[in-house]
T-cell receptor
Framework: DAGVIQSPRHEVTEMGQEVTLRCKPI?????LFWYRQTMMRGLELLIY????????DSGMPEDRFSAKMPNASFSTLKIQPSEPRDSAVYFC??????????????FGDGTRLSIL | SQQGEEDPQALSIQEGENATMNCSYK?????LQWYRQNSGRGLVHLIL?????REKHSGRLRVTLDTSKKSSSLLITASRAADTASYFC?????????????FGKGTLLTVNP
């Protein structure tokens, strides 16, 4: 079975450029999460969708960050304009149902983002 | 905010030995999960333990939970080189949102062949 698919796997771009990260969740999963992982702060939840609707975006660091889920099989995380401090590994995860904590989350292999 | 803290930060053992990693957290929970992350890959769910459970097994994995001490441990028995990875605990908050998991910073386990 296909797992969570993220693209690109690596992105290097210059400060000020727009960055778009993509995620395809596991078919049939109703909940989708975007995380950011850094050495300093560990893994942080950015935004949570359920049935394509953003439920909690309190982790989105700034207005420069936006996320969409136009349908059940696709989500994007956009950073515009990008800054060097946005450099991190960004993960997408999906889970069944409401995404409650009694369900495992299935992670993609992440996008390693470097902003120069 | 609540956060699981793993201990130790790094652990190096020989193949065949057992590895024990600990997790402490701050507030009451409903569920605690353990994940593994291989270098350059995403997190993989290992095991979930509910607050009313004290111990759970899955293959070579044994997880314990002590809610009175707000701590959990992950034991990997008869370790293999392929177990080399970072291990994270993730907790919810029984007084907060029921979907949000907070991850610790992980224990880096190295199993030497």
């Amino acid at each position: 079975d296909a797992g969570v698919i993220q693209s690109p796997r690596h992105e290097v771009t210059e400060m000020g450029q727009e960055v778009t990260l993509r995620c395809k969740p596991i078919s049939g999963h109703n909940s989708l999460f975007w995380y950011r992982q850094t050495m300093m702060r560990g893994l942080e939840l950015l935004i949570y969708f359920n049935n394509n609707v953003p439920i909690d975006d309190s982790g989105m660091p700034e207005d420069r960050f936006s996320a969409k889920m136009p349908n059940a099989s696709f989500s994007t995380l956009k950073i515009q304009p990008s800054e060097p401090r946005d450099s991190a590994v960004y993960f997408c995860a999906s889970s069944l149902g409401r995404g409650y904590s009694n369900q495992p989350q299935h992670f993609g292999d992440g996008t390693r983002l470097s902003i120069l | 905010s609540q956060q699981g803290e793993e201990d130790p930060q790094a652990l190096s053992i020989q193949e065949g030995e057992n590895a024990t990693m600990n997790c402490s957290y701050k507030t009451s929970i409903n569920n605690l999960q353990w994940y593994r992350q291989n270098s350059g890959r995403g997190l993989v769910h290992l095991i979930l333990i509910r607050s009313n459970e004290r111990e759970k097994h899955s293959g070579r994995l044994r997880v314990t939970l002590d809610t009175s001490k707000k701590s959990s441990s992950l034991l990997i028995t008869a370790s293999r080189a392929a177990d080399t990875a970072s291990y994270f605990c993730a907790t919810d908050n029984s007084g907060g949102s029921n979907y949000k998991l907070t991850f610790g910073k992980g224990t880096l386990l190295t199993v030497n062949p």
